[in-house]
């Protein structure tokens, strides 16, 4: 994860096809970070070095505690397309990334948007 220091505010999202559309086809601030609904142990970071760069996510899980955090995966979803987003997202959920052997302890602070409010990357 290139932005160690960053505040990302998540949000819920309903499916793993909408965060696959939301993904492919929108410009992130990059505060942003996403869950989907039902998976709470997964959260898609956004990594990117800037609004106009392409759309980086680090791919993170939770472990038994919030303070047990990993990040699986990094992916340019900005040069990806809706099928293939889809199909990172997929195998995310199905547990495909949890013992990638490059995974490693990251730190983050993840906030609501009660608790986010703006921030310097806020549109």
Known sequence: MLHSDRVWCVAEIASAEELARKL?????CCCTAFTVAGHPRYVWLNDSTSPD???EFAVCCFGQTKAEFRQLESITFGWSDY???LQFILAT???EDDNNEWSCPVTAVIQTTEEHGRCGHCA
Not at 24 to 28: D, I, L, N, Q, S
């Open 24 to 28: 492919t086809e929108v410009t992130w």
């Open 93 to 95: 959920l199905n547990g």
């Open 53 to 55: 760069g392409a759309q």
């Open 83 to 85: 099928d293939k987003a």
